[in-house]
């Protein structure tokens, strides 16, 4: 049992109050998952030739300031903010070139995204914790997609806390669980798909990357996983203009959205959508089982 919530901003006006919002949204999921949390947050791109890479190191006290100093001769105008045991990279060197340096450099230093408008973080700790530890509520951006995790497969560890990611400005977070995650593994290693771990959620991740790399959109992507998915999930995506939503052809796990004017909301029930501005005269309803939910930015 996992908790998601996602927040998107139709106005624009409101994007400074995104942590503000979202931080009781993700908090109201502690029951739901009290073993780690994590958000990702898309806010305004970066320059076209520009790619931020989120970081994370288990030892609180990695030596940022020296990472940065060491990138900064390497790569084209480096800049690194620190936050905790996280960091992100921006520089408009390719980022491949960066994941690659970083790999063999710093072994111990994870890339959690890349893109032009994400900002990813996740830990071990209760929703309140890593809210804290990682001051959620100050977050800015047009939409967010977050994640509250009850371990029931793997270990409680930050690798395998969502949001999970996959090529550049994309992420998804999960409630459920898939059985066929080993043959979906197997067939996206035959095309040259690498993979960090074994979880589940990462499998779907990489082949609905792969599809939008494919040329799909986002929604024509998850049409296709209705037949390559074997499971009971609940589905929140994000792109760099986009969230969307998805549950399985049961609708096992739960969900349930709130639309009004100034905003959509999403959670797993709606105690995480109690407290948000004017929601008594928001549009509720659960989403029917698979069907999909798309709203642009």
Known sequence: MCGIIGLLIKKPEWRDRLGELMVPMLIGMTERGPDSAGMAVFGEPMAASRRKLNLYAESPAFDWKQLEGAASAKFADVQVTIKANHAVLASDSAPDAMKAWLHSTYP?????????????????????????????KHMKGSHVVGHTRM???SA???????PYTAGEDWCIVHNGSLSNPHSLRRRLEKVG????????????SRYLEWRLR????????????FSEFDGFYTFLMGTADKLALVRDP?????AIVAECDEYVAISSEFRSLAHLPGVKHARVFEPGPEEIYSWAV
């Open 193 to 204: 798909i690498a993979f960090d771990g074994d979880c589940d959620t990462e499998a779907a």
């Open 214 to 225: 494919e040329g799909d959109n986002l929604e024509s992507a998850i049409e296709r996983s």
């Open 250 to 254: 049961f609708a096992c796990k739960p």
């Open 108 to 136: 111990e230093v994870h890339v959690l995204s890349t893109g032009r408008a994400i900002d990813l973080y996740k830990d071990v700790g209760t929703p309140q914790a890593v809210a804290d530890r990682y001051d959620f």
């Open 151 to 153: 371990a029931t497969e």
């Open 156 to 162: 409680v560890t930050p690798a395998n806390a969502h």
